[in-house]
């Protein structure tokens, strides 16, 4: 057990003062070089200045503990004693790493010495025991160069300055005729440190110091300092991480794997980590040090005969058998200490197998899966575990064709990834165009400003959507992620202009019929046919998701449409449907045309003769479904956009008559005179309705259940539709259980009176076909009133379906469509931490839907709950829908493995959290 | 006190069973009969069956209680004694009315019979006693028809559809060449109470009753049944009168004011119900029954000398002085017994008075005013008492001219009453153009489709306001209330087309420059040139007011944007600016030029350039501020609107550049060529520009303090400007405390970065003057997350000022703009009960507000809470504010005096509502 004031804790073979469970003490590196030590690895000794004196540092105007030099004096003796060296010792030096390492991993932020402890004098030792001059004096002249730029700052802040010691090094390369560094002889290197040291002794009127132990606590100091460097801060910024952790220091005897043939340096993971193969899996290097394996100079070999890719490559396990054999050890010990795929790098000096660092590696989605499962096959892990490994948010990768990382890509611009895959296509800006080229065999990618609901069969058609506008949950990425395309929106960077049939990304201009690739991963444009790889969904993705149907406790259902989208939802393990909007079944020409009647119509007979139009569509469309999910649950929401959705835009139609008008000139024709002034009547007509039904929020306009309610005949045709559907279903010996959705309610009366109209034509359908159904009508809570008088609503809903996005749209008030403007910018600078759309705003947005379920349920004790706005796709939302005990949440087809495995994770973490309040101490002593 | 069975209660002079406070058991008219009885006031003799029956007899299928025959015989039998007279006697027939009376009057709804008691006997009886054979037969005739149409179901239901009994009149009318009913001779009503009699025979089946007893039964149960008629039931609902309570029937001896020059028949106020005068005023008939008061046969007389419009008038203070003096006596004592004004009727037989009715009389609200001060100092009322007489919401009426009550007006229109007053002028349709106009001289009515911030000098230039679109708090009708200008909003039954300069109501068309008049009272759009009547502010409204600033806790402050705005409100009584739009400051064509320069720079130097310009005329606005707020504290609200609000719209853009380049055409002369490319170049940016600010949902775009937020320069601009002008006053010695608000914070954040811009200012400011200012930081919470996050909010906000507006539309999903086009029907069908933009919807929103006010408290206990949304003038809204516990209310200037009286009652209502739960029982005495 530590005491009290431990500050410094020793790590060696077996002597370890710390391990891997102190990670917030000793930060990762330092926990777990002593976790290696205490299960016997080779690990060069070394001491861990802990965290508590950064923070203790920061707090005291960069002060160390009083006992802070003995400690760290007493463990270097120790790390002398085990070396066998003496710092200082121009005979038999002892050099140091001094390298940052703080609880979670900051790469490449925080600042890192090595080769510490050389001197003019101790350098010329070093020289004389290696037997080579230009390795001691390359490692003196780094150190000097290291040492300049972090401990004496002399690196620039800004990074397009140019380096002092990086330019005196460009003089003499230029001035001596040479390319490379490794070119520079011994004298090249004296030079560059006299040099070196004149530069920093005229920056900081210091000469530049000779002492090791100076050296030693300038490095420690500039290590604490740069956990507060603007890059650093930045980066935690960035990435949620406490400033208050602190880092720690790690002072390590340096070995060197460039002693010689009989060293060498390497990096490895303990399986593959693009694959999950359950092989040792990294690269190496004879005589080198670790930079020269990232340098490039030459090129690393496979560590064994498997990772050979060329007949010629020579590997570790062919020409290092013992160490080879040593390392796979190592290997086997750590994966079945950590439980986990690790990333390991390690060094040969002179024969001796040294390990350097041991930390979980990073890995692909697929490699992720594969490791988890086979881990619980293997014995490593339970099913509960496993199941914890996999990011659901990643198992969208694993469904979509993405771009062959190998191939090099022209990026001209970047939007929002707002719906995953790769497409390649000739570029189009009009929807109708886009089915036509479709039609031909031709790949399109459809370029608009933003889309709106009548470009749906051209989105279908397309292989990918590009917009200019919009957010995560705009028209064109909610509709994209529904049928599983690729889409990047909102890319701002591009300017449409359609009547130039082209788009514009700075000076570059894009035409019509170019070919361009859209990456809805990242939201990359890219110019040209990039490559792409399609995907492939293995055996280990379903055990994984049956595994996690067997744990989790909420239903998924998904956001569908049409019967091939039912299909598809079904086939990723869907089991209902939570929304069908039944306003994308009106968008095909024929019905389009009823509709449009109906909405001319100026009183309710009309209206009721263009309905019975769309009567007999309505009826196959829900039989379709109804047939599609072969008796899940069906919830069915009336029509919910403003009307104007469903005409021609006023500027479509302005721009239209014009031409009309201007045209009258030319003709000389009296019947196609009248032909003309016809179209322009009939023009002038919906201009004028659309002029009327204009609107100037219509997101807060005549819509949802508003228009039930002003026509209650539109309502009533479509329960017709639905129960027509469902007793014809049944008839057929086909399960149905519809559920009827009256969206945009703010009040108990409002689904009062649409409820009486579904209840009668409910009634009277079944007894026309003399067949009884079992049916709920509910409502969407979708408006933050409906949530606050959710105890009034439930007294006549069946069933609560929380609509999430329009819920956050009215509660931030924030326009989905306009978001695009500002919301990045709110997250940027750190004024909200997460794209509302995307992850559900729970301190605001889900205070309302906690309170609608608690009353809804205190009204109605069995009241049915789910969500079927976009956050029920998204993992961190899908817990918290978990936790407040809704049954379902419904999401597009492509994200219901996500939100399957979300969901067991829910329940997972859930019972940890129970688990943690049942017996806190326990957990208390781990995290010490 | 009444046994528990008791159906029937007698009253005659002296000796009734009921009283005032059994209005629930008798109903309004029977429970005041009683209780004149009580004070000695002679009243026919009578009894009334109580609301009791009423409501057993819907519950026992128009079954009545076991007991009630026998009670109603032991009272008729009463009435006789008191009358000396015998029901069904033909020697001295004793008649009776049967009335309804419900708990709450409602005028004209249910059935009443009169002269019940007659057959063919008795009326011969009659004609002999009376020596008047007209009267006895005249009477027979209305009786037969009454008790036919009511009793016997004649009345047709629909309005449109004839009276048998009328059809008959007429005809025989017809026939004998006469054209009044008073030309009807005896042998002429004899003929027609024959008829009658034959058709109710021929329709229902059954001899006319000849049993007065039957025909007693007969009109008590079809009292009752009138209960039920469809109009009433709709009446009930309309006024939210409940179904349950049922009404009383009033059985009582007739007394005749037509028995010769010694009867007459009046009705009066006791005091005068147009100017509230503390005189006696009515008007009577000598020798005339209730109904000839009505028909307009006989001009009615005024009762009291002082009454007198003609000098050949004779009042009954003259006529009848014994008479006169009695009801003088009457009216003193039912003043004195009521303490308010009553609305009496009387009759006089054969120089005895009876009175038939009293109950509160019905005022304008100048007189309700002058009543309710008067009545105070003259020690019939306590100031709370006479505090609560007057209705806050009718104050406007007193604010605001009036049209001639007694003009014929040809209303073409009716609209929403968005903000009251009387207006008349010529028609304009643009804004520039009503300014021109304006400015030589001439009244104008603009009317617009809608109006937007750039048509304020056009409106304010203007005597009124009409709009076809927008609802009661559209921009019209928010600005237009601001500046207590008449306007009719959303009137959408016309329509106007800008580019014929006319609008279309139906088949009539109004043309630019005709005369119409606008009603902003009532909606009412008017042809031609009414005439109004200008508004006289009585000492009694500034006493009235005065003593509610004594009683009132919350303090009143005003939305004023310019100083005019703020001395009217101060004159008004408002005590500081609770809402200062900045935005309004920059509609004036030099700041707009600066503002459009701002919005079309790229980068911040270029908008600070711009903004420059700004600041010196910003710094002059709150300097004019200031001074006439001369220390009240002034809420400055930092920019709102979306920036393309500054622009001209996309259409007019389009249509401006397309004339330009139809132009071009017919150009000759190169520097104007040039010219006109420069200017198509100019309205090509700025299109350009409007299509890159256009949002589909501006409410919930990039506005509010996201515009501070991404262009933190304009925050600082106007910050400076505020503490500039502050610094400045204060040098000079005026009082300054200025409050800024930022709009539309949804999240602690976004206040921290606004404060800190604000805060920065103001240091520095203030040291450059060397003037220390006290000033306030606050925000808006006007959106559900705001209200919602209040807790943490208020950790940095010095206040909160609930903007219920912005509140009501995104907690209801309601775009005030375009409501319009249904929140009518949804009121009209009951859906909602108020308009939730007059009426604080206090179930939802209220809800909002409420937890913001705790858990902002909680967070912050000195925090300073007001609301300066339109509700903040609106009565029950006003009350609610008051109970929740806010600190002010601020609204328009004209609603100032409204919110003031509404303050003072919130706290007498709230008094009322303690002392019912300290002493509960005291309270359920009075109600029984």
Redesign the interface.
């Known amino acids: 057990m530590k005491s009290k004031t431990q500050s410094v804790f020793f790590f060696a073979a077996n002597k370890s003062e710390g391990s891997a469970s102190m990670v917030n003490l000793l930060g990762g590196k330092g926990a777990n070089l002593s976790e290696m030590c205490n299960l016997g690895i080779p690990v060069p000794p070394g001491f861990t200045i802990s965290t508590d004196v950064s923070t203790y540092y920061y707090k005291h105007k960069n002060q160390y503990p009083k006992d802070l030099e003995a400690e760290v004096l007493k463990n270097l003796q120790r790390v002398e004693d085990e070396m066998g060296k003496t710092f200082g010792d121009p005979k038999d030096p002892l050099l140091f790493s001094v390298r940052s390492g703080a609880r979670v991993s900051m790469p490449g932020m925080m600042d890192t010495v090595l080769n510490l402890g050389l001197n003019e004098k101790i350098v010329e030792g070093l020289a004389e025991l290696t037997n080579n001059p230009r390795f001691a004096w390359d490692s003196y002249r780094r150190f000097v160069q290291m040492y300049g730029d972090v401990v004496l700052g002399l690196k620039p802040i800004n990074k397009n300055d140019v380096d002092p010691f990086e330019e005196i090094i460009d003089k003499r390369k230029h001035n001596r005729h040479i390319e490379l560094d490794t070119e520079l002889d011994v004298e090249d290197l004296k030079f560059l440190v006299k040099e070196f040291k004149r530069v920093i002794k005229a920056r900081t009127d210091n000469d530049f110091p000779e002492d090791p132990m100076v050296q030693l606590w300038g490095a420690i100091g500039a290590v604490f300092g740069s956990w507060m460097n603007q890059r650093a801060k930045k980066y935690r910024d960035i990435n949620g991480i406490s400033h208050e952790w602190g880092t720690a220091v790690n002072v390590q005897a340096m070995v060197y794997g460039n002693m010689g043939n009989d060293s060498a340096t390497g990096v490895a993971f303990t399986r593959n980590p693009s694959t999950g193969e359950n092989r040792f899996f990294g690269e190496y290097l004879v005589n080198a040090q670790g930079e020269d394996v990232v340098a490039g100079v030459r090129t690393p070999q496979p560590i064994n005969r498997n990772g050979k890719k060329k007949l010629d490559d020579y590997s570790l396990e062919s020409l290092m058998q013992k160490q080879y054999k040593q390392l796979k050890n190592i290997r086997k010990i750590l994966e079945e200490h950590y439980r986990d795929m690790q990333d390991i790098e390690f060094t040969i000096e002179r024969e001796n197998v040294w390990m350097l660092q041991t930390r979980r590696g990073k890995r692909t989605v697929a490699a992720a899966l594969r490791i988890a499962v086979e881990m619980h096959e293997e014995g490593m892990l339970t099913k509960e575990e496993a199941l914890l490994r996999v990011d659901p948010e990643q198992l969208d990768y694993l469904l979509h064709p993405t771009f062959d990382p190998n191939a090099t890509l022209n990026v001209i611009a970047t939007g929002l990834p707002a719906s995953p895959g790769a497409a390649t296509g000739r570029v189009v800006f009009n929807a109708d165009e886009a089915e036509e080229k479709a039609a031909n065999g031709k790949d399109v990618i459809l370029v608009r400003i933003e889309t709106s609901p009548e470009d749906i069969g051209g989105m279908n058609a397309a292989k990918g959507i590009l917009t200019s506008r919009g957010g995560m949950t705009s028209h064109a990425a909610v509709v994209a992620r529904g049928m599983g395309k690729c889409c990047v929106a909102g890319c701002e960077e591009i300017f449409v202009v359609y009547s130039a049939r082209q788009f514009v990304i700075g000076d570059k201009s894009i035409n019509e019929g170019d070919w361009i690739s859209l990456n809805g991963s990242t939201g990359e444009v890219i110019l040209g046919k990039a490559p792409t790889i399609e995907p492939e969904v293995s055996g280990n993705f379903n055990k994984l998701l049956e595994w996690a149907d067997a744990i989790k406790r909420l239903e998924i259902r998904t956001n569908a449409d049409t019967p091939e989208d039912a299909k598809k939802a079904i086939e990723f393990g869907a089991k209902g449907i939570g929304l069908c909007r039944t306003e994308h079944m009106f968008f095909q020409e024929d019905r389009l045309t009823a509709m449009r009647e109906m909405i001319m119509a100026d009183n309710p007979l009309w209206r009721r003769s263009a309905l019975a139009k769309l009567l007999p569509m309505q009826t196959e469309d829900f039989i379709g479904l109804f047939e599609a999910m072969d008796g899940y649950p069906v919830t069915i929401r009336t029509l919910d956009p403003p009307l104007h959705e469903f005409l021609p835009s006023r500027l479509e139609l302005m721009v239209k008559l014009l031409d009309l008008k201007l045209n009258l000139k030319g003709i000389n024709d009296l019947s196609e005179m009248d032909n003309v002034l016809k179209e322009i009547r009939i023009n002038e007509d919906l201009l004028s309705k659309a002029e009327s039904l204009n609107?100037?929020?219509?997101?807060?306009?005549?819509r949802?259940c508003?228009l039930g309610?002003?026509y209650p005949e539109l309502t009533e045709m479509q329960a017709k539709a639905i129960f027509e559907a469902a007793c014809r279903c049944k008839h057929n010996g086909i399960a149905v259980r519809p559920e009827i959705m009256v969206p945009?309610i703010?009040?108990k009366?409002?689904l009062v009176?649409q409820k009486e109209i579904i209840d009668r034509v409910a009634r009277d359908t079944m007894d026309k076909h003399g067949i009884e159904l079992d049916y709920m009508v509910g409502t969407m809570i979708?408006?933050?009133?409906a949530a606050?008088?959710a105890g009034d609503i439930a007294q006549v809903a069946d069933f609560f379906s929380f609509g999430t996005n329009?819920l956050t749209?009215?509660?931030?008030?924030?326009?989905r469509?306009?978001?695009g403007?500002?919301l990045p910018?709110?997250i940027e600078?750190?004024?909200?931490k997460n794209e509302p759309f995307q992850k559900l705003?729970q301190?605001?947005?889900g205070?309302?839907v906690k309170i609608a379920v608690n009353e809804g349920r205190e009204a109605k004790e069995n009241i049915k709950l789910g969500i079927c706005g976009e956050h029920g796709g998204e993992p961190s939302s899908i817990e918290f829908f978990h936790k407040i005990g809704l049954e379902y949440v419904s999401c597009s087809p492509y994200r219901v493995p996500i939100a399957r495995l979300a969901a067991a994770q829910a329940v997972l973490k859930e019972r940890a959290e129970n688990q943690k309040k049942v017996n806190p101490k326990k957990d208390a002593l781990i995290k010490v």
């Not at 609107?695 to 005549?702: A, D, T, V």
């Not at 979708?782 to 009133?785: F, H, I, N, S, T």
């Not at 600078?829 to 909200?832: F, P, S, V, W």
């Open positions: 609107e100037f929020n219509p997101m807060l306009g005549k949802g508003r309610i002003m945009l703010t009040s009366e409002e009176h979708e408006l933050p009133r606050l008088m329009d749209q009215t509660t931030l008030g924030l326009s469509d306009d978001a403007k500002f910018f709110y600078k750190g004024i909200y705003d301190d605001g947005v205070r309302l």
